[in-house]
Every structure is written in structure tokens, then in C-alpha cells.
């Protein structure tokens, strides 16, 4: 019985302190595990011999605090939750700028022949998650919050007179120039309508202002809100600027 309690302590600090290997007869840690692992209730992470460690709230993520550091439960770092699209820019998960805007009556450009005119009642903001645009009943206009490659699509139902070759798009209001652009021949008839659509990628500069823009050859040119017909009717023209990168 002696020999058997003298055994018992001394193998009893080789358990204590050994290191657990399962489907490895070298373990690394004190808990090696060569395999999957199956958890079927909460991962409590820290805590010590009195104390529980923590599960956690729904939806945060397990983050390391380096060797030697319990990691901690925390929210998934750097995932916004303001309204758009969620991209990735710099290792960074950002919402991505967006302006989406339609025309909430038609509008008649006013400016002489081939002059820019700022496109005016351009005021039914869809989204606008960074505040940057501004739109009235004459003009309108905006700001990109970072430089980038943005993406432009754009939308118009125009009627003028036949013949003609309008122009819809960007124009950087800081360069005078044309940025994005559509023109076509206006072939329909004198007072009907066309639809003009540009889908492009561009870069732009925190430091412009920019404005979407129509220019034509004769100043009889109408930009259409609505589209009407005995079935029904919407709104038809749209422009938007989104951030891709």
C-alpha cells in the first residue's frame, strides 16, 4: 500500500502538467487536437478557476489578441451598417457612395444651343447614404467623398426635334469637360421620344464637383419623367453614381 501511494504522487504532477494529444501522439499544446471538432452548446472564452469565461452575444466574431492572450469575442471590425453596398477597399470593408435619383416632373433644357445644361427637378433622391448631392428645380450637383472608380449608369427619355444629336452624362463642374457621355442621332420623329442609356465606369476626384447634364443643337429639348401608356405608367428617367473601388 506504501509503494502504491508513493507511485500515485509521484505520476499524479506528470498528468497535472502534461500536455493532451488526441490522433497525435505529439501535442503542442496543452490540448492538441488532430482533427474536426464538434461543439453542440456555447465556446466560453476566457475567465479563470472561479470565474466562467465569456460566450459571447449573437453575431460577434472570435478575434485574436496574439500569443500568450486569450482572444475575445468582438464585433466583425470594420462592417458598417449604413444603407448601400458593402465593398472592400484597403484590406477595409466599407458602404460603398451611392446616388441613385430621378426626375420628379419633366424637364426643359433652357440653356442657349450648345451649352451644358445642369438637369433640373432631379430631386426624387432614392439614395443618397453620404449626403452628398443636391438637386432643385434648375440644376443640381455633387461630391464624391473619396477618389475612385465609380460607376455611372443613366437613363433619359428625351424628346427634341429630329435630326438633332443631344448629349446626356457627367460634367465635372471643376474642369468644364465631360467625364461620361451619351450622344445618338435623334432619329425619331420632331416631338416624340428616345431613350438615351450610358453604362460606363470612371474615375472621379474627391476634389471636383460634378452635375448630370444635357446639351443639344436646339433648345426644344424635353427630358421626360414619367412614361405613360394605357396600361400604366412610371417613372422612366434615373441617374446614378456608385463606388466600385
Known amino acids: ?29 496543452n490540448l492538441h487536437v488532430n482533427g474536426s471538432l ?27 489578441n496574439g500569443p500568450g492572450v486569450a482572444p475575445t469575442w468582438g464585433n466583425l471590425a470594420g462592417v458598417p451598417n449604413a ?17 441613385v435619383v430621378q426626375l420628379t416632373a419633366d424637364y426643359s433644357k433652357i440653356s442657349p ?28 450637383s455633387f461630391t464624391v467623398s473619396a477618389d475612385g ?5 443613366i437613363n433619359a427619355q428625351i424628346s427634341t426635334d429630329n435630326g438633332t444629336s443631344p448629349v446626356i452624362g457627367i460634367w465635372n463642374d471643376t474642369t468644364s469637360k465631360w467625364v461620361a457621355r ?23 476626384a474627391a476634389s471636383n464637383t460634378y452635375s448630370f447634364r444635357i446639351a443639344n443643337t436646339v433648345n426644344t429639348t424635353v427630358v421626360k419623367y414619367i412614361s405613360t ?10 441617374m446614378s453614381v456608385k463606388r466600385l473601388k
Open 182 to 204: 451619351v450622344n445618338d442621332y435623334f432619329t425619331a420623329p420632331t416631338g416624340s421620344l428616345q431613350t438615351y442609356t450610358l453604362l460606363t465606369s470612371i474615375p472621379m
Open 1 to 29: 500500500m506504501k509503494k502504491n501511494l508513493i507511485l500515485g504522487v509521484l505520476v499524479l504532477p506528470v498528468f497535472a502538467y502534461s500536455q493532451v494529444g488526441i490522433s497525435t501522439p505529439t501535442p503542442q499544446k
Open 83 to 99: 444603407t448601400g453596398t458593402v465593398i472592400v477597399v484597403n484590406g477595409q470593408f466599407i458602404v460603398a457612395q451611392e446616388i
Open 149 to 153: 472608380v465609380y460607376q455611372v449608369h
Open 113 to 140: 444651343i450648345n451649352t451644358t445644361d445642369p438637369i433640373g427637378n432631379l430631386t426624387n433622391e432614392i439614395i443618397d447614404n453620404e449626403n452628398r448631392y443636391s438637386g432643385t428645380g434648375t440644376a443640381n
Open 229 to 238: 401608356g394605357s396600361t400604366g405608367s412610371g417613372p422612366i428617367t434615373q
Open 38 to 64: 464538434q461543439i453542440t452548446n456555447e465556446l466560453n472564452i476566457g475567465g479563470d478557476a472561479k470565474t466562467s469565461g465569456s460566450a459571447g452575444i449573437a453575431g460577434q466574431v472570435l478575434k485574436s
